[in-house]
């Protein structure tokens, strides 16, 4: 079993991106978890599952254009790349490493993240590039920040 976290504000634009992926998303032998703003009260699924890979989706700042997705190393989490929610994410992953074969922390630039607005095009665009990938399996694409 493998494991896709989504985490997001579906309130505020292209914050909204992870748990719309995660809610989407349905393929055998993957959990999908739309976190909402707390991934870190579905730690406990992620440990009982002990998948062999772990994703988490977020919108993520990196200064880069709208859309634009890296995979994030943990190393990088702290450092000039800024979730949008409470708990720091290298924290999250951190705590979730040893339960998990492989994590995959993917963040997608938000443009618009105002309240009460939907995802922009560039977003959604890649939101479903970043859905194919997950169903392959195949992270190889994916440019590392």
Known sequence: MNV?????????????????????????GWKSIPCETVPENFTSVVKR??????????ATEMGLRPGEFRHIPKEKLGSDVVGTHGIPLRHLVSYLEDSAGRIIFIGI????????????????????EITEIIKKSD???IKAL
């Open 4 to 28: 896709l976290m989504g985490i997001g504000n579906e309130l505020k634009g292209d914050d909204g991106i992870g748990n719309i992926i995660a809610r989407k998303f349905r393929v055998p």
């Open 49 to 58: 599952e002990n998948p062999g890979i772990l994703v988490i989706v977020d």
């Open 109 to 128: 630039q938000p443009g618009n993240m105002k309240i009460g607005e939907s995802v922009s095009n560039e977003v959604t665009d890649a939101g479903d």
């Open 139 to 141: 992270f190889s694409g």
